[in-house]
């Protein structure tokens, strides 16, 4: 889900990682771990293991954010000669089922990318993560920021090492706003009215790759947390709230109140996500809704003419624009059945710490890593943006639900999200069929 430019250079600008290669507390740590210089982040184990050690590394970084993980590897290949990172990318909803596919057959590779919360929360409970809890002891949580680890946490215990936070953000490009007369929308009826004048103009509003399903999940997801509040999301994932009350309702009434206003192109359920962006990126359409890690990318093409500003509020409900979507999503984990635990748990620490300062600094993420010492003047603007006016001073968030939904309900998610688009559910029966096949207990 990410999309973002080559970084170079980024190890030696992060004075955050001065440590990240260091002891990293386990009781039977390796020699190649409990040695490691920590004066210097990336400086190869002074006691590196005499046989060279190989770790498999998949992921889903095939665009441009890959620039930035293939350079933080190679550095490392470079610094730990014996401990070499071997990685492979597949695209994002392919390597959803080739990981599942993999850990299921106890064949995962030793370091895995995942997104943190639902999706992450089965493997840990079949027993195929490594818990990370006595790696951690060594000085590394004093390294990321408040509640890094909160959706990587199961049961007590920590399974993983997120380095990057999503938020969502409406891009809005700022020169047909003025060219067409056009107020930025702070509420949803503005929203609607913005819409409705730029299609009266000619001007395809909004757009959305629904046929890669999740981005319009985004703009739901979005709309229910306007709608319904942080808490309420929250209880209703965990099963502690039914979906179906009017809350979900109106979230599904008003995201069809945008497909009937025609805000999105007619052939919506055949966009990808990719395709959606390159609209927004050609300076056609004047509103995106998307992750920040859609910022480098929009930034790069439309350099100084967006912005990227909160999703409207809606008038009586119980959400507030100090809420937002996103929160801890993309780690590391060690495979359970890993012959180089010690060395992954290693390798996982220093990629970590390095993709969050390297991504947010590319507009490739947000930062799970403590970052006050990054030269701001380097940083994305837009990426900056969202992490300033979006992120920061937030009273709630909640992640995109497909992140946190486990199994086949994520998925139900997605599905029943689509037919909205398409227009083969009503509103009401959308909030009764998540409650019946998602919320069953």
Not at 184 to 201: G, R
Not at 206 to 225: C, F, N, R, S
Request: glycine share 8%; hydrophobic share 35%.
């Amino acid at each position: 889900m990410k999309a973002k430019h080559l970084f170079a250079g980024i190890l030696s600008l992060s004075v955050l990682l001065t440590t990240v290669t260091a002891c990293a507390g386990s009781p039977n740590a390796s020699s190649a771990q409990s040695t490691e210089n920590s004066s210097q982040a990336g400086t190869a184990s002074q006691s590196a293991p005499a046989e060279k050690i190989t770790l498999t590394f998949w992921n889903n970084y095939t665009n441009d954010t890959q620039h930035t993980m293939e350079n933080t590897i190679k550095q490392w290949n470079s610094d730990h000669p014996n401990i070499q990172i071997e990685a492979s990318s597949t695209e994002n909803n392919a390597y959803k089922t080739k990981i599942k596919t993999a850990i299921a057959a106890d064949s995962a590779p030793d370091i895995i990318y995942t997104w943190a919360g639902g999706f992450t929360e089965p493997f840990v409970k079949a027993g195929k993560i490594l818990p990370l809890d006595d790696y951690l002891n060594d000085g590394t949580k004093d390294k990321l920021l408040s509640g890094a680890l909160t959706n990587i946490t199961f049961d007590g215990k920590v399974y993983g090492l997120t380095y990057n936070q999503q938020a969502g953000a409406l891009y809005v490009n700022n020169d047909l706003f003025e060219q067409n007369g056009v107020k930025v929308p702070t509420t949803f009826d503005e929203l609607l009215t913005a819409v409705k004048t730029f299609k009266s103009k000619g001007i395809t509003p909004m757009t959305v790759g629904e046929k890669d399903e999740w981005p319009g999940m985004w703009y739901y997801d979005m709309i229910a947390l306007r709608e319904g509040g942080a808490q309420l999301c929250l209880d209703a994932l965990n099963k502690k709230e039914s979906y179906d009350q009017t809350a979900f309702a109106e979230a599904a009434q008003k995201l069809q109140d945008l497909v009937d206003a025609g805000a999105f192109p007619k052939d919506v359920l055949g966009v990808t996500r990719d395709e959606s962006v390159a609209m927004f990126t050609q300076g056609k359409i004047p509103m995106y809704f998307g992750g920040n890690f859609d910022a480098q990318v929009i930034d790069d093409s439309l350099k100084g003419k967006v912005s990227a500003v909160k999703f409207p509020t809606i008038a009586g409900a119980k959400g507030t624009d100090t809420e937002y979507l996103g929160g801890g999503a993309d780690a590391l984990c060690v495979s359970a059945n890993s012959k180089h635990k010690d060395e992954a748990v290693q390798a996982i620490k220093y990629l970590a710490s390095e993709f969050s300062s390297g991504m947010y600094l590319t507009g490739g993420g947000l930062p799970e890593w403590k970052y006050d010492s990054l030269d701001q003047s380097k940083i994305d603007p837009l990426s900056k943006e969202i992490m300033e006016n979006i992120v920061k001073g937030s009273t709630g968030s909640v992640p995109a639900w497909d992140l946190y939904l486990t199994g086949d309900d994520a998925q139900t998610h997605l599905d029943l999200v689509q037919s909205l688009f398409g227009k083969q559910i009503s509103p009401q029966d959308f909030a009764k069929q998540m409650q019946q096949k998602v919320n069953k207990s």
